[in-house]
């Protein structure tokens, strides 16, 4: 990691800025052919890109057959069955709870004037699982259980076909399975975006777009928004950052750094901390926890465009953190709660010396997927509200009508709006007699 002492707040911006492997520009520009290609030439183009990029030539069906689910399903060890199904429970006890009330706020803003909302939920939602060099089964319990949750109609997985067989990932299948999940799709990165956004004969058109990706797949989300389709946010490569003080464990903050780090060369993981004894001890166990690890060299590419900061104090900390908006956020100091409330910009916060992240990342129930490279300063994650829309409604009584006619015909007529001045006019008029 890059180590720096004391900087001066005027070198922050430089020190929160995000790795870039390849432009803006370059990257969108590229995720625009892709789209055009797939608008044009369909399920073709979504084969060509499965073995161009993924290697996988022989897919046969784009669709997961019933018989595949079954049978990559039956695969997964009773073990990690057995923790997908806790995983399940907690992450639907929490979503559970955030169901909104049939009808919002009902209200009469005048008298006979009655106003109300409702949600109702997104009817076809996509899932975009990332299934490279990690395939994060966990992502689709985060994504379809909330979809589920919220009543959407129609809800179609895409996620990359495996190198070589173009098989799904097992443990995706047996999470697919047991949300009761049937339209998989083997398709992955921006082409899989594409898909979803115009639709092909293989994968339904969808309304909104949901999971995190790498640069393209970000970019592609981008595209689809310009093209109509919602999206749940600019979730990009992941990030963290530790706010660590004295008391803080080295080894612990360590591990939480490394699990981030190991999930692609383009993360990020930042290091705040007020004691220059927390700092030399987590570089220490950052080199001696760095070798034991499979995705070791993955994790130092990451390390190389992170940074380690040794800052005065507390607020000083915070106000760098608000300052990043990290996607992910630990606070290992000695009481997390005093700093709780003087955070507002952050994706999901982790709090005490036993929380590490990486059961955020699973199973304590909170969702995974969250804005990151800053987002996180005007975005929330996933929750079950992002698979609703709400619909308002408003309904006039004989009074109501005539007591907002008078405020309603002068504002129309000042904004040179005759017909809408007219429609409440001829209303007025009829219930005037």
Not at 166 to 191: C, M, V, Y
Not at 193 to 220: C, Q
Not at 286 to 308: G, K
């Amino acid at each position: 990691m890059q180590i720096f002492r004391t900087p001066d707040p005027s070198q922050w911006p430089a020190l929160q800025q995000r790795p870039l492997a390849d432009s803006n520009a370059t990257v969108l520009a590229r995720a625009g052919e892709i789209f055009d290609d797939v608008a044009r030439r369909g399920d073709e183009a979504l084969r060509q890109y499965a073995a161009q990029l993924d290697g996988a030539s022989d897919l046969g069906s784009l669709r997961v057959s019933a018989e595949e689910l079954a049978e990559g399903a039956a695969q997964v060890p009773a073990a990690l069955q057995a923790a997908i199904r806790q995983a399940i429970q907690n992450i639907t006890t929490f979503h559970a709870a955030q169901r909104p009330a049939a009808v919002e706020a009902e209200v009469e803003t005048m008298p006979g004037v009655r106003c109300w909302r409702r949600s109702v939920a997104v009817p076809r939602v996509g899932l975009y699982v990332p299934g490279g060099s990690a395939p994060l089964f966990s992502t689709l319990l985060m994504l379809g259980i909330p979809a589920k949750l919220a009543g959407c109609r129609e809800i179609v997985l895409c996620t990359p076909p495996g190198r070589g067989t173009g098989a799904i990932a097992p443990a995706i299948l047996f999470a697919a399975q047991e949300l009761g999940l049937t339209t998989i799709i083997k398709a992955g990165g921006a082409q899989a975006v594409a898909a979803l956004t115009v639709g092909t004969a293989s994968v339904p058109a969808v309304d909104k777009i949901f999971g995190p990706g790498n640069r393209y797949v970000t970019a592609a989300k981008q595209l689809a928004a310009q093209r109509g389709v919602a999206i749940d946010m600019p979730a990009g490569p992941s990030e963290v950052l530790v706010i660590a003080d004295a008391s803080a464990n080295p080894a612990f903050v360590a591990a939480d750094l490394l699990s981030q780090a190991e999930h692609g060369p383009d993360s990020q993981v930042v290091l705040l901390t007020d004691s220059e004894e927390t700092l030399t001890g987590v570089v220490a166990e950052l080199a001696r926890q760095l070798p034991l690890l499979p995705r070791a060299e993955i994790a130092r590419q990451a390390l190389a465009e992170s940074r380690a900061i040794l800052l005065p104090d507390v607020p000083t900390m915070l106000e760098f953190s608000n300052q990043y908006a990290p996607e992910h956020l630990i606070l290992a100091v000695a009481a997390p709660e005093e700093l709780a409330a003087d955070i507002y910009n952050a994706g999901s916060v982790f709090m005490g010396h036993l929380t590490p992240e990486a059961v955020g990342d699973y199973a304590s129930g909170t969702n995974h997927t969250l804005p990151t490279g800053g987002y996180a300063r005007a975005y929330s994650g996933v929750s079950l509200d992002s698979f609703y829309k709400k619909i308002t409604y408003q309904q006039l009584a004989p009074a109501g009508l005539l007591a907002l006619a008078p405020v309603v015909e002068p504002m129309a007529e000042a904004e040179g709006l005759h017909a809408h001045a007219h429609a409440v006019a001829l209303r007025r008029q009829y219930l005037q007699g």
